[in-house]
């Protein structure tokens, strides 16, 4: 099997992407409902039963309510998450899936990956990042993917894997006016640019300029607000950084849009 990576979603609606390398397939969050993950695997060709593990940051709903429905088909599902996501899932949604514990910091090997979870700051209980050291594809060169999302402030852990990324997903979630004018209530929107909240356009910007990312091939921009944010204002910010590295690519993702393409 081919190196592949694709995200069908990452918004506050949901996030889920596809990583598949070495002969394994595996998801990285399961925040769809049943509906909207099966249509997205459906696209990809993937049923449930060759899904060979996920892999969850944290127990927010966008980043696993979908693992009852997931579970359902696929009973046998190994669940990788630290000891307090998974104790929160089980709470939350009644589910005992087969858990894969892992201490958050500590790097181990699962299904021919090298993972490292990293510690990231956001107003849940053990959230973490992840860094998949692929196995090479025949002829081919290793490559790292890493996804970090959900973070209120960019932590030097979080700027080194950023940094030894070779398609790095950062979140971008929020326009500082938009977000000034939305209706949100004024504890909401504190929250949301507080140290345990979300990155915004800004401060994926600042992250972005301040690493030495030279070997990242693709940066995409996700997790991004349906109500204060936009992909056009994104993708303005985006532009420096295009100059600077015209030879990254950058996809930025419609929170309003689910994909399927491949992004490796």
């Known amino acids: 099997m081919a190196f592949a990576f694709h995200i069908l979603g990452t918004s506050s609606s949901g996030n889920c992407a596809v990583l598949r390398a070495g002969g394994r397939t595996v998801l990285i969050d399961v925040g769809f409902t049943w509906p909207r993950l099966s249509l997205g695997l459906a696209k990809l060709g ?19 309510g979908g693992l009852p429905g997931l579970l359902t088909r696929h009973p046998g599902l190994k669940v990788f998450a630290n000891r307090e996501t ?3 899932i089980g709470h939350l949604q009644k589910i005992a899936p087969i858990w894969q514990l ?16 990293f510690a990231i700051p956001h107003d849940a209980a053990d ?49 500082e006016e938009l977000l ?10 504190q929250r949301i640019r507080g140290m345990h909240g979300h990155l915004g356009n800004l401060g994926a910007l600042a992250l972005l300029r301040e690493v030495r990312a030279e070997r990242l091939a693709h940066l995409c921009l996700g997790h991004l ?40």
């Not at 892992?102 to 979870?117: D, M, N, W």
């Not at 000034?180 to 929107?189: E, F, I, N, T, V």
């Open 46 to 64: 993937i049923e449930p039963r060759q899904i060979d593990a996920a892999f969850i940051t944290h127990e927010h709903g966008d980043h696993c």
């Open 86 to 88: 998974a104790r929160r």
């Open 225 to 264: 607000s349906k109500e204060c944010n936009r992909t056009v204002i994104v993708d303005g910010h985006m532009a420096e950084v295009r100059a600077a590295r015209p030879d990254l690519r950058v996809t930025v993702f419609d929170p309003l849009e689910d994909r399927a393409e491949d992004l490796s």
């Open 127 to 175: 959230p973490v990042g992840f860094a998949f050291g692929c196995p090479a594809d025949a002829g081919g060169a290793a490559r790292k993917v890493t996804w970090m999302t959900d973070l209120g402030h960019v932590t030097p852990v979080a700027r080194a894997q950023a940094e030894a990324a070779d398609i790095l997903v950062l979140e971008s979630n929020y326009d």
């Open 102 to 117: 892992f201490e958050t910091g500590s790097p181990f090997e699962a299904l021919g990956f090298k993972v490292e979870p």
């Open 180 to 189: 000034d004018l939305s209706q949100r209530p004024a504890h909401l929107k």
